[in-house]
């Protein structure tokens, strides 16, 4: 089973940046589309981003785009989001996952291995 252990999350100010790193176990994770979801307190788990086993293709939630920056190395076994321009509002864990078949998805449901999650919490 592949294992995901996420990092890089942490307490920053509105305006700030943080790069969080997910890293995988396992010979086959340059196969995996690799993608982020958040979930804050009190709400529904929510897409932020994707990305495909080659990283030809990225897509990015509405509310993310232009700020945070989704890419991977398949060489180090790691996928990366770097959020910049950090708000309040982006406060929430982050968990990255892994989908073993088929293209990326926004959908949480179609993946197939999840990280722990790390806390990321912007203040104004």
């Known amino acids: 089973q592949v294992q995901l252990v996420e990092s890089g999350g942490g307490l920053v100010q509105a305006g700030g940046s943080l790069r969080l790193s997910c890293a995988a176990s396992?010979?086959?994770?340059?196969?995996?589309?690799m993608g982020w979801f958040r979930q804050a307190p009190g709400k529904e788990r929510e897409f932020v981003a994707t990305?495909?086993?080659?990283?030809?293709?990225?897509y990015y939630a509405d509310f993310v785009k232009g700020r945070f920056t989704i890419s991977r190395d398949n060489a180090k076994n790691t996928v990366y989001l770097q959020m910049n321009s950090l708000k309040p509002e982006d406060t929430a864990v982050y968990y990255c996952?892994?989908?073993?078949?088929?293209?990326?998805?926004?959908?949480?449901?179609?993946?197939?291995?999840w990280g722990q999650g790390t806390q990321v919490t912007v203040s104004s």
């Open positions: 990305i495909t086993w080659s990283g030809t293709y990225t």
């Open positions: 396992g010979r086959t994770f340059s196969y995996y589309a």
């Open positions: 996952a892994a989908l073993k078949h088929g293209p990326p998805t926004s959908d949480a449901l179609g993946y197939d291995y």
